[in-house]
């Protein structure tokens, strides 16, 4: 199954990829333009040193002579220790410096200086050339000054600022992406603060979701209103229809079954009185399974929106074992009530609890013989606890765990109609409100012994 992706997780690996573009944006463009800066200032100092040279330029005796200034050189000697080198050139000839000096760019026009990157002596120079006309002659001599100086000290300052901004840009980029997280986070603060007032509602409550969203969850929270209210009529609905289908199966079965016994006993021979019993058997399981099977489907329904209503338990008791009384007196069986005087308070669903003790009970005059004795018990303590033991057939060595769980009977019950959702529906009421349902041994021997377990709520 593919693991769902994180909206947080998105929104900060992009905000965080932004923050690394522009990074690298800000170390790239700081690098060019101080690195233009840097090459634009050594430009600037050769070309004043190759000018201060060039006016140093005489014309004596219709020669061109030149006292080299001290200071013409002394400027570019401050920057790393680069070497220096001059050369000045009249009328193509070399007057004084270096005479492999390279020029490849010489300058067209006066104080028009030229600059270009070289190769001299194994070291990559930079070379700023003046031309200077000196009126040696009837028409003046042009001369061509030019200074060079190699690029070490332009390549440390280029690593120093790249060094620098690249420092900057990774702190530029562990703020932006902090501040990533945190915008992150604050962007989908509003879907966690709905996310919360959702997930803090019981199961029953389906009304519509008025948390404050921002104007993009609008949707989202209008889809989700209009879920929970179809969700809410068609759980409405299927209420209804459980409560009709108990009531339209449970009617008929009960008429045929009344009709069957009433042509038993008309009939005369063996054969159409086995016919009529088998088929008053089959209207009696038919029967219990479709009521139990009825009652499982409104526990399950009415446990995901389990009422808290305030019960009186010993009022609940006596209200079931007066329905059950006309089938207990029909096998000739005393329902013992062994109840406190005063009431037992309880807040709870009290449809379930009576599916429950109705099942319980139920199950408990099914399986006693004639003429026996059912103890109906509540104890109250740390605990609620509502017994009910027979003297029945017990659970027959079974595994007592197995018979919660749903269509499983005893061993020793298969000539007693049943359909083995008695016992389930009791431990799904019981486990709804918290509780749990414990299978035992009567205590007064042959029997079994049912307690539903219930915590204070």
Same mark, same amino acid.
């Given at each position: 199954?593919?693991?769902?992706?994180?909206?947080?997780?998105?929104?900060?690996?992009?905000?965080? /990829?932004?923050?690394?573009?522009?990074?690298?944006?800000?170390?790239?463009?700081?690098?060019?333009? %101080?690195?233009?800066?840097?090459?634009?200032?050594?430009?600037?100092?050769?070309?004043?040193?190759?000018?201060?040279?060039?006016?140093?330029?005489?014309?004596?005796?219709?020669?061109?002579?030149?006292?080299?200034?001290?200071?013409?050189?002394?400027?570019?000697?401050?920057?790393?220790?680069?070497?220096?080198?001059?050369?000045? #050139?009249?009328?193509?000839?070399?007057?004084?410096?270096?005479?492999?000096?390279?020029?490849?760019?010489?300058?067209?026009?006066?104080?028009?200086?030229?600059?270009?990157?070289? #190769?001299?002596?194994?070291?990559?120079?930079?070379? =700023?050339?003046?031309?200077?006309?000196?009126?040696?002659?009837?028409?003046?001599?042009?001369?061509?000054?030019?200074?060079?100086?190699?690029?070490?000290?332009? %390549?440390?300052?280029?690593?120093?600022?790249?060094?620098?901004?690249?420092?900057?840009?990774?702190?530029?980029?562990?703020? &932006?992406?902090?501040?990533?997280?945190?915008?992150?986070?604050?962007?989908?603060?509003?879907?966690?603060?709905?996310?919360? %007032?959702?997930?803090?509602?019981?199961?029953?409550?389906?009304?519509?979701?008025?948390?404050?969203?921002?104007?993009?969850?609008?949707?989202?929270?209008?889809?989700?209103?209009?879920? #929970?209210?179809?969700?809410?009529?068609?759980?409405?609905?299927?209420?209804?229809?459980?409560?009709?289908?108990?009531?339209?199966?449970?009617?008929?079965?009960?008429?045929?079954?009344?009709?069957?016994?009433?042509?038993?006993?008309?009939?005369?021979?063996?054969?159409?009185?086995?016919?009529?019993?088998? #088929?008053?058997?089959?209207?009696?399981?038919?029967?219990?399974?479709?009521?139990?099977?009825?009652?499982? &489907?409104?526990?399950?329904?009415?446990?995901?929106?389990?009422?808290?209503?305030?019960?009186?338990?010993?009022?609940?008791?006596?209200?079931?074992?007066?329905?059950?009384?006309?089938?207990?007196?029909?096998?000739?069986? /005393?329902?013992?009530?062994?109840?406190?005087?005063?009431?037992?308070?309880?807040?709870?669903?009290?449809?379930?609890?009576?599916?429950?003790?109705?099942?319980?009970?139920?199950?408990?005059?099914?399986?006693?013989?004639?003429?026996?004795?059912?103890?109906?018990?509540?104890?109250?303590? =740390?605990?609620?606890?509502?017994?009910?033991?027979?003297?029945?057939?017990?659970?027959?060595?079974?595994?007592?765990?197995?018979?919660?769980?749903?269509?499983?009977?005893?061993?020793?019950?298969?000539?007693?109609?049943?359909?083995?959702?008695?016992?389930?529906?009791?431990?799904?009421?019981?486990?709804?409100?918290?509780?749990?349902?414990?299978?035992?041994?009567?205590?007064?021997?042959?029997? =079994?012994?049912?307690?539903?377990?219930?915590?204070?709520?």
């Amino acid at each position: 199954m593919k693991q769902p992706t994180s909206i947080r997780k998105r929104l900060f690996y992009q905000l965080a /990829a932004v923050a690394a573009v522009l990074s690298l944006a800000f170390v790239l463009v700081v690098r060019g333009v %101080a690195s233009q800066a840097a090459e634009g200032t050594q430009d600037d100092i050769l070309a004043a040193s190759a000018t201060a040279i060039a006016d140093s330029l005489t014309s004596e005796d219709g020669e061109v002579t030149l006292e080299l200034p001290y200071s013409a050189l002394s400027m570019l000697g401050t920057i790393n220790e680069d070497r220096v080198f001059y050369r000045v #050139m009249v009328q193509g000839e070399t007057l004084t410096g270096y005479t492999d000096l390279p020029v490849t760019r010489s300058p067209r026009r006066l104080d028009t200086p030229t600059f270009s990157t070289e #190769m001299y002596r194994g070291d990559e120079v930079r070379v =700023a050339s003046v031309l200077r006309r000196v009126a040696n002659t009837a028409t003046g001599s042009e001369v061509v000054v030019s200074v060079a100086q190699t690029r070490s000290g332009l %390549a440390a300052i280029s690593r120093s600022i790249t060094i620098t901004a690249t420092g900057v840009g990774l702190l530029f980029f562990l703020l &932006a992406t902090t501040l990533s997280l945190l915008a992150a986070n604050s962007a989908l603060r509003p879907l966690r603060r709905m996310t919360g %007032a959702v997930t803090r509602r019981g199961p029953s409550d389906l009304r519509p979701v008025t948390a404050e969203a921002p104007k993009e969850l609008v949707p989202l929270v209008d889809a989700l209103n209009s879920f #929970m209210g179809r969700l809410r009529a068609s759980l409405s609905r299927t209420e209804d229809l459980i409560s009709e289908a108990a009531h339209r199966v449970r009617t008929p079965l009960a008429t045929v079954r009344t009709q069957a016994e009433v042509t038993h006993r008309k009939l005369n021979k063996p054969e159409h009185k086995k016919a009529i019993r088998d #088929m008053i058997r089959a209207i009696d399981e038919s029967s219990r399974s479709a009521g139990q099977i009825l009652d499982h &489907a409104m526990v399950t329904f009415r446990a995901d929106s389990l009422a808290l209503d305030p019960l009186d338990l010993i009022a609940l008791i006596n209200e079931t074992c007066d329905r059950l009384a006309p089938t207990a007196d029909l096998k000739d069986i /005393a329902l013992l009530r062994e109840l406190p005087d005063s009431s037992v308070p309880f807040n709870g669903d009290g449809i379930m609890l009576q599916a429950a003790l109705h099942n319980i009970l139920d199950n408990a005059i099914k399986y006693s013989p004639e003429d026996s004795d059912i103890a109906v018990r509540i104890a109250s303590g =740390a605990e609620l606890r509502v017994s009910i033991a027979d003297q029945g057939r017990g659970f027959g060595g079974m595994d007592l765990k197995d018979l919660t769980t749903r269509y499983s009977r005893g061993t020793n019950v298969g000539d007693v109609v049943g359909s083995g959702l008695g016992l389930t529906i009791a431990d799904e009421v019981a486990r709804a409100h918290g509780g749990r349902l414990e299978l035992s041994q009567s205590k007064e021997g042959q029997g =079994a012994c049912v307690s539903l377990i219930l915590p204070y709520v």
